[in-house]
């Protein structure tokens, strides 16, 4: 095994009924001003916005708001976030919503308490900040995982970039499934297919033999895939849902990836078309994953093979790489399975969209089992059409 | 999935060379008088005395050496170390060793800031302490877990007992493999076999349906097993001894045991034993284990069925009764396999030994399966005569 530093500070409140339970008095532990974070308004019609609200109130908070935090959420955003809780003197951040909002407040959290321009810091002077506004989040969409770690996936919009930074971690998260029950369906399982395609990124990554993440990696996905056909059938399924919001937070906790190097080259590929098009990014995972993968499962047959055993539950074939194959195949066919998109024409993307230019502004990892060129992405990316 | 509140505040440095690398950077942050505390000596002998000591001088550290915590550590000795701590006016406490040197000074790190006795708060007041020493363990033996959790297990002479108690959780830990390769393979082995056990104990607890922890904890059974087998073939292995290590930690640091109710009566049993006889910990469960097995596998045929298919490759037999059995079974001949005692005899018990004794005054807890009488403890420990 590597070499590895290993620590997660996040406490979570796992179930229903935990913020009504434990909101309250956590909020004792923090100043006056809570910056109250959120997306479009679903929480509003939800009840968590009153239920929430109502908590800020009883614990005598003043609340600033700082709502319609988009899916994909822009730098602009971040930066008027971030004017918001200077001009404040906030206190605490509380993201509530999915990893959007969770995602955003992360970096305003940290923007905020610095003079220089967050993007330039980490992309350029590849330096971290290290003082933030204190955070929690109460998660209504699982998938991202952003709950329990300090990464944050900001779209910015000027450099046509959807890229990763480096924020604040929540010290508290509150996970409570019945909160994703008036969530789309469709929302529900494409966060769940972002799930498993965190721990595939991971697992596929090195080293990829004797190797504990890697058998809990296993788990972690053949829950995931379980539980999201649970749910289909069953979309009250409570248990259903709380694997699946527990797997969210697993599969980015960062317990799958100790030992590994993990590879993410599918999300390197839908970040950027996520930038050029803002499809949604659990859907977009859905259309490439497959596609890269036919790419490059023959080399990394004897791997690819292992996931088609133990994932997948696919009989040994004549030898590794068809193994491999049949493994991939049944990804593509439980994605068609539960309704994902498998072309970007179901998922809405305009044919005229330039993915050359989506391809050449790909960052390209090390590589899981080989690593692509700007032409191979290319070139999956004209095989997703 | 059951609510469930998850935190983890241990920061974990694992691999080689990680004492010498960070050890020095994090003494920085605690103050000038550091307890060192260790157990028999073996680290005067391989070194790791040496190295940390020098590393203590190097940041101008005043060392108050806490010497010779024995196996199955002692009340009386927590009693001297607190004593230790509170005429030194301890800033830090460093745990070198195994479990019991690990468990010893999370006690003392909360008696020492009590006025009261430790032992009558937690187990006649039931409260719990809230103010510690900090502490920092260097791991040398693993398979108690004691490192990532503030649980300790300690032996009170007088009262023969020997009980959990709750006190400080470290800090830092550092889990570094290269540190067991003088460790007796015996002690290795046994520490393994106690992962093994913690694993086993939460598998069992309740509930018994779709549960990730689940799934991830026959995930962290398969490699323990298949890791021991390795090392016994191969004992320089360092892979092997990497993936023991980490599945120590993960046995016992909180996430096998999320929406779970554990059963660990296997433990209490053992602790009884311990109590009286002072038996090595993992070869006294490698005894009990099977034997208690045996008598509750029928009372959760469809668990154990599941246990015996998913963890020890077994094909199901004609019914689950048939299919648990033989699980329980696959258990009792690795422990054969793998030389650790399958009888008391084995272990050095002496047959005259109070078993009564032992059976009244074993903890009983809910039952996995079956809920225990003080009659049925007895029984089993008269089979593993």
Redesign the interface.
Known sequence: ??????????????????VKE?LGSLLANYGNTVLLAYGGGSIKRNGVYDEVTAILHDAGKTVIEFSGIMPNPTYAKVQEGAKLARDNHIDLILAVGGGSVSDCCKIVSAQANLDEDIWEMQTVKHALPNKFIPLGTIVTVFGTGSEMNNGAVITNEDKKIKGALWGAQADFAFLD?TYTMSVPMKQVISGAFDTLSHAMETYFGKPD????SD??N???M??TI??IR?LLTDPENY??R??LA??SA?AENG?LK??KVTDFQCHMIEHQLGAYTNCNHGAGLAVIHPVMYRHICKDGAARFARFARNVWGIAPLSNDEATALAGVEALAAFIKEIGLPTTFAELGIPADSDLRAVADSTVLTAGCCKKLTHDEVYEILQECK
């Open positions: 095994m590597n070499n590895f530093i290993f620590e997660n500070k996040t406490k979570v409140y796992f179930g229903k009924g935990g434990y499934p033999d004797n190797n504990l058998d809990i296993e788990a972690v053949r829950s379980r539980n649970v248990d259903a709380s694997e527990w797997a697993m317990i100790i030992g």
